[in-house]
């Protein structure tokens, strides 16, 4: 099982989306800043997860997040009226 993911910076909001087999190994990575392109944002939070059977299938909905501003734009309108709401 592969999960796609998204981080939020603690430190600025900025997202961080990529695909792993644990999440929390990825997790402590990150915050440990151990990912060189994480390291100056750092601390995150997960903020999003979506389950995939294959690597193929995670990688190609990590490509259409990472190319698609709607597709974001739409994470973050759901994740913003989360947290107003909640």
Do not use: C
Not at 34 to 52: D, G, I, M, N
């Amino acid at each position: 099982m592969f999960l796609l993911y998204i981080l939020q910076s603690l430190k600025d909001g900025r997202w961080y989306i990529g695909i792993t087999e644990d999440i929390n190994n990825r997790l402590a990575k990150h915050n440990s800043g151990s990912v060189r392109s994480t390291k100056a944002y750092r601390p995150y939070h997960l903020l999003h997860t979506e389950r995939y059977k294959t690597k193929i299938a995670a990688r190609q909905r990590e490509l259409k997040l990472k190319r698609s501003g709607l597709l974001r734009k739409q994470l973050r309108d759901k994740y913003t009226a989360l947290s107003s709401n909640g």
